[in-house]
């Protein structure tokens, strides 16, 4: 099975936006648990935010909440990350994750490999 296709990274200021996409394949988007990960430079990989199968506006962790917002696509099997308010310590490559439920924001029961992911870069 292919791993989720992680793209719209880029550079940054301080206070601007960028929207990520992560592109799925493989399964019905609509079945999965999805979210997001962040792994800033020489740190682990961390999850940020997760939307269960039925939608709404998901779960985060208190350091992106009211800044990011996950939604999902399910027709385009397309899940996005809509990040506001850019801080340098966002800096870092985000990974997207499929699996069956949302532990807050963690992805529990994750499935299939990690993609490349998609670096963001916020400096001024």
């Known amino acids: 099975q292919l791993p989720l296709a992680e793209s719209g990274g880029g550079l940054v200021q301080p206070g601007g936006s960028l929207t990520l996409s992560c592109s799925a394949s493989?399964?019905?988007?609509?079945?999965?648990?999805v979210g997001w990960y962040h792994q800033a430079p020489g740190k682990e990989r961390e999850g940020i935010s997760c939307?269960?199968?039925?939608?709404?506006?998901?779960f985060y962790t208190d350091s992106v909440k009211g800044r990011f917002t996950i939604s999902r696509d399910n027709s385009n099997r397309t899940i996005y990350l809509q990040m506001n308010n850019l801080k340098p310590e966002d800096t870092g490559v985000y990974f997207c994750r499929r699996g069956y439920v949302c532990y807050d924001f963690i992805v529990a029961y994750g499935v299939g490999s990690w993609g490349k992911g998609t670096l963001v870069t916020v400096s001024s």
């Open positions: 493989g399964f019905t988007l609509e079945d999965s648990a």
């Open positions: 939307m269960s199968a039925s939608g709404g506006s998901g």
